[in-house]
Nanobody, 125 residues
Framework: QVQLVESGGGLVQAGGSLRLSCAASGRAFSSYGMGWFRQAPGKEREFVAA????????YYGDSVKGRFTISRDNAKNTVYLQMNSLKPEDTAVYCCAADPTSGTAVSGQAWYYYWGQGTQVTVSS
């Protein structure tokens, strides 16, 4: 069993930055692919970013490319999402997820078996 706990969300003005963290329990974290997803009210969950087990492969959704950076620290069992140049349309609940099967950076939600509860990010205009 893996537990994922997100933190770092909050209210920020457009153009600002936030850094989300996702702390994972369990010894197998370093073998998991990790991803960030978001869901805005009334919208479907959207892929944001993913990182492979080693950090050597990274994949971003089109809407965040060039603004967001995903990284991981396997020694701390933590994955991060640095969000810069935030826009009001980035407002959503952000969840991290763990892919214990492929270990690579994938966007498909079906790969992710473990999910966190999420952290709210609100960007004001």
């Amino acid at each position: 069993q893996v537990q994922l706990v997100e933190s770092g969300g909050g209210l920020v003005q457009a153009g600002g930055s936030l850094r989300l963290s996702c702390a994972a329990s369990g010894r197998a974290f370093s073998s998991y692919g990790m991803g960030w997803f978001r869901q805005a009210p009334g919208k479907e969950r959207e892929f944001v970013a993913a990182v492979s087990w080693s950090g050597g492969s990274i994949y971003y959704g089109d809407s965040v490319k060039g603004r967001f950076t995903i990284s991981r620290d396997n020694a701390k069992n933590t994955v991060y999402l640095q969000m810069n140049s935030l826009k009001p349309e980035d407002t959503a609940v952000y969840c991290c997820a763990a892919d214990p099967t492929s270990g690579t950076a994938v966007s498909g939600q079906a790969w992710y078996y473990y999910w966190g509860q999420g952290t709210q990010v609100t960007v004001s205009s």
